[in-house]
C-alpha cells in the first residue's frame, strides 16, 4: 500500500499569509489526490480531487499541485476561517490513504 | 440536498459486537460507492472500508480484515458496517462517506459527501 507523509504537522501563520502544506507518496500515486479541511467536531470537507481540481464552491484561494510523488495544497491568503487541519488523501481501485494531517493555526 | 445520517454507535466491551447504519438521501445511492471512515479521539482519519455501488466488490483496511463486514441495501439507500470482536484500539468516530463516480470505477474516488458520524466506545 501507498504511504502518504504530510508536512508540517503543525503551522502557524497570520491572515493574509500564503500557506503550502507538502504531501509525499512512498510510490507514484500518479494524481489521485484529495484534499480535506476538518475543523473540530465537524465531518472533514472535499476540497480538491485529482491534485488539482476544485471542488465546487471551495473558495479559489485553495489550490493544489503535483503529480507522482509530491503535492502541495496551497492557501493563497489565509483567512480566519482557514483554521482547521488538512488531510491528503490518495484513491485508486480499493485502495484510500491518507496523510497524518496538518493543523493550520492563525497567529 | 444530499445527506448521509450514521446511527448505531455506543459503548460495547471487548468482543462485543455492533451494527453501524448509513442513510443516505438526495442521490441515486446506487450508483456510487461507499466508504466508512473512522477517527480515534484526538487523531487523524482511517479508511475503513469500503464498497462498490452494486454492492458486489467490498474490501477492507488490514487491521480490520475479518473482524468487520461492510454491505448496502440499495432498495433501501441504507449502508451498513457489522463490527465484530472489538477491540479498544476500535473505539473511534465512524463516518460514512460517497465516493465520487466520473470514471465509473467501482470503488469510485474521493469522497465528497460525509456524514457526522456515530460513536463507537469499546471499553469494560
Known amino acids: 500500500d501507498i504511504q502518504m507523509t504530510q508536512s508540517p504537522f503543525t503551522l502557524s501563520a497570520s491572515v493574509g499569509d500564503r500557506v503550502t502544506i507538502t504531501c509525499r507518496a512512498s510510490?507514484?500515486?500518479?494524481?489521485?489526490l484529495a484534499w480535506y479541511q476538518q475543523k473540530p467536531g465537524k465531518a472533514p470537507k472535499l476540497l480538491i480531487y485529482?491534485?488539482?481540481s476544485l471542488e465546487s464552491g471551495v473558495p479559489s484561494r485553495f489550490s493544489g499541485s503535483g503529480s507522482g510523488t509530491e503535492f502541495t495544497l496551497t492557501i493563497s491568503s489565509l483567512q480566519p476561517d482557514d483554521s482547521a487541519t488538512y488531510y491528503c488523501q490518495h484513491y485508486n481501485g480499493f485502495s484510500r490513504t491518507f496523510g497524518q494531517g496538518t493543523k493550520v493555526e492563525i497567529k | 440536498e444530499l445527506q448521509l445520517l450514521e446511527s448505531g454507535g455506543g459503548l460495547v466491551q471487548p468482543g462485543g459486537s455492533l451494527r453501524l447504519s448509513c442513510a443516505a438521501s438526495g442521490f441515486t445511492f446506487s450508483t456510487y460507492a461507499m466508504s466508512w471512515v473512522r477517527q480515534a479521539p484526538g487523531k487523524g482519519l482511517e479508511w475503513v472500508s469500503i464498497i462498490s455501488g452494486s454492492g458486489d466488490n467490498t474490501y477492507n483496511a488490514d487491521s480490520v480484515k475479518g473482524r468487520f463486514t461492510i454491505s448496502r441495501d440499495n432498495s433501501k439507500n441504507t449502508l451498513s458496517l457489522q463490527v465484530n470482536s472489538l477491540r479498544a484500539e476500535d473505539t473511534a468516530l465512524y463516518y460514512c462517506?460517497?465516493?465520487?463516480?466520473?470514471?465509473?470505477?467501482?470503488?469510485?474516488?474521493?469522497?465528497?459527501?460525509w456524514g457526522q458520524g456515530t460513536m463507537v466506545t469499546v471499553s469494560s
Open positions: 510510490q507514484s500515486a500518479s494524481s489521485w
Open positions: 462517506a460517497k465516493a465520487q463516480n466520473t470514471y465509473n470505477w467501482d470503488y469510485g474516488e474521493a469522497f465528497d459527501v
Open positions: 485529482k491534485a488539482s
